[in-house]
C-alpha cells in the first residue's frame, strides 16, 4: 500500500484544515488508519486513528472535540478534519496504515505503511 497524504497549510488560530490520506494498491479497506504528527526536536505523537473493521474512532485527548478522522465511501482515502486549531497544533503530520488492533492504535511502530509528511502551519 502506498498512501500520499496531502491538505496541509498555514492557518490563523481558530481556523481549520482538512488533511487527506489517499491509498493506491493493496488492500486499504480493512486497515487501521492513523495520523500521527512531529514537531521540530519532540517526539512523533499520535493524532488520531480509524480502524477498518466498524470504523471505530481513537482520538489524542489534546485534539477531541476539535478533529475528526473518517473515511470516504470508497474507503480509498482517510480525512482529517482540524477545526479550532491552536499553534500547538503546528507539527508534520503523517497518515499511516496497517493492521493495527485497537489496543495499540496509539503505537506508531505497529503501521507498516507511511506516507509522506504535510507541514501544518498554525499562527497566532
Known amino acids: 500500500v502506498q498512501l500520499q497524504a496531502s491538505g496541509g497549510g498555514a492557518v490563523q488560530t481558530g481556523g481549520s484544515l482538512r488533511l487527506s490520506c489517499a491509498a493506491s494498491?493493496?488492500?486499504?479497506?480493512?486497515?487501521?488508519v492513523g495520523w500521527f504528527r512531529q514537531a521540530p526536536g519532540k517526539e512523533r505523537e499520535f493524532v488520531a486513528a480509524i480502524r477498518g473493521s466498524g470504523g471505530t474512532t481513537h482520538y489524542a485527548d489534546s485534539v477531541k472535540g476539535r478533529f475528526t478522522i473518517f473515511r470516504d465511501g470508497a474507503r480509498r482515502v482517510v480525512y482529517l478534519q482540524m477545526n479550532s486549531l491552536r499553534p500547538e497544533d503546528t507539527s508534520v503530520y503523517y497518515c499511516a496504515a496497517g493492521n493495527v488492533i485497537t489496543s495499540t492504535v496509539r503505537d506508531f511502530d505497529k503501521y507498516a505503511h507511511w506516507g509522506q509528511g504535510t507541514q501544518v502551519t498554525v499562527s497566532s
Open positions: 494498491g493493496g488492500t486499504f479497506s480493512t486497515y487501521t
